[in-house]
């Protein structure tokens, strides 16, 4: 299994290679201008399954449930959930990756869904934080949030959630306070609760994890 | 029938407890006081509405879907100074997928700031919005700008303002600060604090202390942007939803935009993600939200969603000012304080409000001699706006960091010069407790250990305070409480809860009075047809609420008394939390479902309102009759001398916030400030390009917040006063909460590395400046 969906915004840029980037930034070589909003020119096909522009139908499993969507080529995994899907429970925060609101599990990984393109989840399993509450009962680590009170506003928590997951399901971990708080570094909590998710996650840590989905 | 009546109340903190008599007002609660024992208020209670927010169930008015729902889109001024030329919107009209155009600024216009509205549209898709956008034609005529503050106070700069500027000011000001004006350039000057005759007090001085102390733009950075989704139900009646911390304000706002009848104005605000001071009213403090929502609305004939980018957040919807303050100490030889002056200049872009609090005016209130000005100054950026504890983390870091450098000069310690300065029993109380329990006295020794040895890792220690106010607002708040014939307990009101908890609590209230589980409380808020309620600003929720919904609980209470003292035949009960007992008969039970089937019709519903503050306090808060909230930080930092980088180690927190309502939330509201607090000392400032006048930093990667790696090690500790404020006794903490943490992390900062760093952020460079190993920027 794949550690990683195929492209990110964040993938793609590793793979154009961080000196074309520098060189972008400082201008060098000029390219001719393209308009931002301009009908991408038909590309040659890749592997003959070149996508777009229009809508083109999407197959992935979310939180357990298999799925078929028609979905432009340049949307985000998080515009698909939270616009076609209703899955509002991730947030959409910074729009860059920068605050871990929006982060969803690909394949057991954490993402953030602001930089994955919807496309590049075909045929993966995507589980939110709608997925962890198994029929509609919290999950252990979701009541352990409430009962140690790792949650103000409520705005950070679904990304924060899935991060701590992340963590709690990765085999031969032993989790300690500084796991925690790495696991969730990538993840901006503005009204300060992050030592009161330090404190529910090592509640529940080394418990065996409910299996999720549906 | 009296309209008052005597009780007999214990007041106090810790062991200073006395009893006090006063007149209540007819028809109050006797209030909870020191002997009062309660069995659930007080105590740590998870969320109620914990599930909801953990499982992504909550809706926010960013996941608000309606039928035909439209996106809206803003174009804003790229310019910090500008004139509108010609504004062709045609374009944008023809675009995909957009519906409504509205031109939000005319030609001729003077545009002050990079970011204001210029232009919006609504489309039916948020992508077709922002592609719009880009169709509209707009020219400018570029004017000069002034986006620093220092130079927008020298007399040749571009003037931001040329009329005079009325001060604006919303729930999440610290009442009563505002003030008469006078203009001068780009600076306003607003009256002093003042108290005896500061000039004569430094010429008094044997030893002084003279410095200027600056502190950057903070901008609040609330995860949810601000954003409204507004429908038109008829043209004269809307439902709006929005990202609030004042539902009231949203209606009053929309309905003078508009022109309608409050009450045909409904406001909903489920959940909200954060708002630290800057979500009041319908609108942005730089931005028109609520006439461009509701205006694109009514041209559309749809519901319009305007949710702003992370960006527009960073721009033009509100920040905390800078400051420039010179601060003058003087003191007898011995130590004894004579003057206190602070002459403060801070901008709030193109706003007003950038004072510093009252910190050096009100803490250390035995220096007989004290003013402090601040000045607002003009800027071409957006406007400031009230920020959690509006002017008093700036004022605190300045006259806390000042103190410090003196207590050195004077060879006295500065925990000892600010007890003997501080007036305030709480307060005092706070300072002897934090001593012992953080080692305050063996932690400094080795902070001189370690400096004397040169290591090049330093730990110091320092300590500030904040001061606050009970402002809690009488006859402001309707609660109303219900118990139905099935024995449901419902208690709604039209407040929202923007984190802090208040829906617990209220619940909470209301199980200890009717002696139910809390489980078994509904609590329905956040729709501005549950009934009056207040805004979230002032650190006044708590106050506000929870004695208006304990009014309304006893007014129910006493009605289920009268149906069972008619069971019971008049005979003596008792209540506890199965029901209503006959006293001394072991049979004569009624659980409270049975109780509830007595109930004629329906359910019994009353309502609750709380008078004006009253009781008896340790310490008023200055200029008013509300009472003065202590508390006080002790923090230790750990400085690499080599790279400059600080970090915060561990804090002792000690706060008065009256009765403590649920400790769990409560303690979790001070550590939030503290975070928020260390955030500001160590990393968060807003850049801005003197070149362009732009903000280089609109996002949360490069302004940086605090992550989870950044936070020190915190623990709270509760100094419960209780005062008979209300009948609830609790006060507040939001604000206080925040307030001393920046100054006690630059005060533990010097203590570690002896040489002061009077700017904040205390960043890398700045602190390898003062150890003399680079030069300092501009140098």
């Not at chain 2, 207040?534 to 149906?563: C, F, I, N, Y």
């Not at chain 2, 019971?568 to 029901?579: C, E, S, Y």
Request: aromatic share 4%; with cysteine; hydrophobic share 40%.
């Amino acid at each position: 299994m794949s550690d990683s969906p195929r492209f990110t915004r964040r993938t793609l840029f590793r793979g154009i290679g961080s000196s074309t980037l520098v060189a972008g930034c400082a201008g060098q070589p000029a390219r001719p201008p393209v308009p931002v909003d301009a009908e991408p020119a038909a590309a040659p096909p890749l592997d003959g399954a070149a996508i777009g522009p229009g809508p083109a139908p999407l197959r992935f499993t979310l939180n357990g449930a298999p799925q078929t969507v028609e979905v432009a080529p340049s949307a985000t995994l998080l515009e698909l959930l939270r616009h076609s899907l209703d899955a509002t429970g991730s947030k959409l925060v910074c729009d860059r990756g920068a605050c871990g609101a929006c982060t969803v599990l690909v394949d057991g990984v954490p993402r953030p869904s602001c930089m994955t393109l919807a496309h590049d989840v075909e045929d993966r399993n995507v589980t939110t934080v709608e997925g962890l509450a198994a029929q509609g009962e919290p999950s252990r680590l979701q009541r352990a949030f409430v009962e140690h009170d790792a949650l103000q506003c409520g705005y950070c928590t679904s990304g924060m959630l899935m991060s701590c997951q992340a963590l709690l399901d990765r085999p031969g971990q032993r989790i300690d306070g500084d796991a925690v708080k790495r696991a969730i570094s990538g993840n901006l909590c503005r009204c300060g609760t992050y030592p009161n998710i330090v404190a529910a996650v090592l509640s529940v840590a080394g418990e065996p994890q409910a299996p999720r989905g549906a | 029938m009296a309209d008052t009546t005597r009780v007999k109340l214990r007041v106090g903190f810790a062991d200073q407890l006395r009893d006090i008599e006063f007149e209540l007002p007819a028809g109050e609660p006797r209030p909870w006081d020191a002997t009062s024992k309660l069995e659930i208020v007080g105590k740590p209670a998870p969320r109620i509405d914990g599930p909801a927010r953990v499982t992504g169930a909550a809706r926010y008015t960013h996941d608000i879907r309606l039928p035909g729902l439209l996106y809206a889109a803003v174009l804003r001024s790229p310019h910090p100074c500008a004139t509108l030329g010609a504004l062709d919107l045609g374009p944008a009209r023809n675009a995909p997928g957009v519906v409504a155009v509205l031109a939000l600024a005319k030609a001729g216009e003077r545009l002050l700031f990079a970011g204001q509205d210029v232009a919006a549209v609504a489309a039916r898709t948020p992508q077709q919005a922002r592609a719009a956008l880009r169709q509209i034609s707009a020219t400018f005529a570029p004017e000069p700008f002034v986006v620093d503050t220092r130079t927008a106070m020298e007399a040749d700069a571009p003037i931001v303002h040329r009329g005079k500027v009325e001060e604006r000011s919303t729930e999440g000001d610290e009442p009563g600060v505002a003030g008469g004006a006078t203009q001068k350039g780009n600076v306003r000057m607003s009256p002093s604090q003042k108290k005896g005759d500061v000039d004569r007090g430094l010429r008094q001085a044997r030893v002084t202390h003279e410095a200027t102390y600056s502190t950057q733009v903070h901008t609040h950075s609330a995860l949810e942007t601000h954003s409204l989704v507004l429908r038109w139900d008829s043209p004269t009646t809307m439902t709006a939803w929005c990202s609030t911390q004042g539902i009231f304000s949203v209606r009053d706002e929309l309905a003078e935009i508009f022109e309608l009848k409050p009450q045909d104005v409904r406001v909903i605000t489920d959940f909200m993600g954060g708002g630290f001071g800057a979500k009041f009213g319908a609108s942005a403090p730089g931005s028109r939200l609520g006439f461009i929502a509701g205006e694109l609305a009514r041209q559309a004939k749809a519901p319009v969603a305007l949710l702003l980018d992370r960006r527009e957040e960073q721009l033009c919807t509100g920040n905390r000012p800078d400051s420039l303050q010179q601060v003058t100490l003087g003191a007898t030889a011995d130590g004894t304080l004579t003057a206190i002056k602070v002459l403060a200049h801070g901008s709030a872009g193109i706003g007003t409000g950038a004072g510093v609090g009252r910190n050096a005016f009100g803490i250390y209130s035995r220096c007989p001699n004290i003013r402090v000005a601040s000045h607002d100054v003009f800027t071409h950026a957006g406007p400031a706006t009230a920020f959690r504890a509006p002017g008093h983390p700036q004022g605190a870091f300045a006259i806390e960091l000042a103190l410090d450098e003196l207590a050195a000069k004077l060879g006295k310690d500065p925990l000892d010069l600010r007890i003997a300065h501080n007036e305030h029993p709480v307060r005092r109380h706070q300072f002897e407790l934090g001593r012992q329990r953080f080692r305050w006295d063996e932690r400094r020794k080795q902070a001189v250990d370690q400096r004397q040895r040169n290591t090049r890792m330093r730990r110091g220690v320092g300590v500030a305070a904040s001061i606050w106010g009970d402002f809690g607002r009488g006859k402001a708040v309707v609660a109303t409480v219900s118990v139905g014939r099935d024995g449901s307990v419902e208690v709604r009101n039209g407040l929202q809860d923007i984190g802090g908890g208040i829906t617990t609590v209220m619940a909470q209230v209301v199980a200890e009075v009717l002696h139910r589980p809390l489980a078994a409380v509904r609590v329905r808020i956040g729709d501005s047809e549950l009934g009056p309620g207040v805004g979230s600003g002032g650190s006044t929720t708590t106050a506000s609420v929870t004695p208006a919904v304990r009014a309304a609980a006893e007014a129910v209470k006493r009605q289920l008394d009268a149906l069972a003292s008619k069971h019971f035949g008049g005979k003596p009960m008792r209540w506890d939390n199965h029901g209503v007992h006959r006293v001394g008969v072991t049979k004569g039970s009624l659980a409270f479902a049975e109780l509830c089937k007595h109930i004629d019709g329906e359910a019994i519903v009353a309502t609750g309102t709380r008078p004006e503050t009253y009781g008896a306090y340790p310490m008023k808060f200055m200029g008013g009759n509300s009472y003065q909230i202590a508390g006080v930080q002790f923090i230790e930092v750990e400085v690499d001398t080599w790279t400059g980088l600080v970090r915060a180690t561990e804090v002792l927190a000690l706060h008065d916030c009256g009765r403590v309502m649920n400790e769990l939330s409560c303690r979790s509201q001070v550590q939030g400030g503290i975070i928020l607090g260390t955030s500001y000392a160590l990393m968060e400032q807003r850049v801005m390009d003197t070149r362009r006048g732009v903000m280089l930093n609109p996002n949360l990667e490069s302004y940086k917040i605090a992550g989870a790696l950044d936070v020190p090690n915190i623990e709270v500790v509760f100094t419960e006063v209780h005062t008979g404020a209300n009948n609830t006794g609790a006060i507040g903490i939001g604000e206080p909460a925040t307030i001393p943490t920046a100054a006690a992390i630059a005060c533990a900062l010097f203590n570690a590395i002896g040489a002061p760093v009077r700017d904040l952020p205390l960043t890398p460079d700045r602190v390898l400046a003062a150890l003399g190993m680079i030069p300092a920027r501009g140098d």
